[in-house]
């Protein structure tokens, strides 16, 4: 499996942005798919959750309300909007896949993901 994320720029606060994560191969459409993020010198944040089929979704508490998390199926892509954006979201976002079906808050920890994603920046000026 392989995860493409794209969509990141500058932005200035109070704009939104909407990143997207295209995700190839056999099992992709099982993933549950996630966003994360690193801004320098913190350590990885959980953003959002999509389980998959069945569904589910869940957010980070930074974000709730300011970001939704969606699924096109068909496309095989999970995307992030990001609404009132602040310079505090300004990291690079990583989009991160799980094969298998969990209680949501399993999703929340980076060390529990088979397959991630290359960085896309996001950069966000007062």
């Known amino acids: 499996v392989q995860l493409q994320a794209s969509g990141g720029g500058l932005v200035q606060a109070g704009g939104s942005l909407r990143l997207s994560c295209a995700a190839s191969?056999?099992?992709?459409?099982?993933?549950?798919i996630a966003w994360f993020r690193q801004a320098p010198g913190k350590e990885r944040e959980f953003v959002a959750v999509h389980r998959g089929s069945g569904g589910g979704t869940s957010y980070g508490g930074s974000v709730r309300g300011r970001f939704t998390i969606s699924r096109d199926n068909a496309k095989n892509t999970v995307a992030l909007q990001m609404n009132s954006l602040n310079p505090e979201d300004t990291a690079v976002y990583f989009c991160?896949?799980?094969?298998?079906?969990?209680?949501?808050?399993?999703?929340?920890?980076?060390?529990?993901?088979?397959?991630w994603g290359q960085g896309t920046q996001v950069t966000v000026s007062s």
């Open positions: 991160a896949g799980k094969s298998g079906r969990f209680a949501l808050s399993y999703y929340w920890s980076s060390e529990n993901y088979d397959y």
């Open positions: 191969g056999r099992t992709a459409s099982n993933l549950g």
